[in-house]
């Protein structure tokens, strides 16, 4: 009796520990996160407006209201201290490369809550102009969404033509315009 109940218990644990490793080794981040960017890409192929284009973004951000996942994902340089109106700017630096692309945002924007904790407020856009300078006046911003909705301007500190769009904080004067009134100050 003995004898058969170990028999049994052998195979079934085989099939349990290989089907543990199955699950574990099929569903990796990194293919979860290759399939959600496939699906954001088709669903911008479809946009037809900026509305459209904001509502792609919108969704393919709610990752980064995690701040831990945006840092792991390379948004790694502190580029200002808090910004009044904005908050604090993160860079991926791998997205710094002279391209605009919706889902690849190359700053986020984040702000402190009233626990100290950072929250996403903006995907930031940013198209470096070699040799910068406030002196000069730059007329041709990048293409960006689609239409003429969206607000470049040429921010020298950081190093080129800028675009903001306020995804996970509403801005009332507009998701592209650069300051966010709603931004709170640090709690002290």
């Known amino acids: 009796m003995k004898r058969k109940l170990i028999n049994s ?7 349990a520990l290989a089907s543990i490793f199955l699950l ?3 569903s990796s981040d990194q293919v979860a996160e290759n399939e959600e960017i496939q699906t954001f890409d088709f669903k911008l192929e479809r946009a037809e407006t900026s509305d459209d284009q904001i509502a792609v973004l919108t969704k393919a951000m709610r990752k980064y209201h995690n701040f831990q996942v945006a840092q792991a994902q390379g948004y790694i340089i502190e580029a200002s201290p808090f910004v009044p ?3 604090f700017h993160y860079v991926n630096p791998d997205y710094v490369d002279g391209t605009f692309d919706i889902l690849n945002p190359e700053i986020l924007v984040y702000y402190l809550d009233q ?8 995907a930031e856009y940013l198209i470096p102009i070699p040799g910068c300078d406030v002196a000069n006046e730059y007329s041709n911003p990048p293409e960006g969404f689609i239409g003429s909705d969206d607000s470049w301007f040429v921010n020298c500190t950081a190093g080129g033509w800028t675009l903001h769009a306020w995804v996970g904080l ?13 931004v709170p100050n640090p709690p002290n």
């Open 24 to 26: 574990v080794s099929c």
């Open 85 to 87: 109106g904005m908050g």
């Open 9 to 15: 218990i052998g195979p079934l644990l085989a099939i």
């Open 170 to 182: 509403e801005n009332p004067e507009g998701v592209f315009v650069a300051s966010n009134n709603t």
């Open 115 to 122: 626990d100290g904790n950072k929250v996403f407020g903006a």
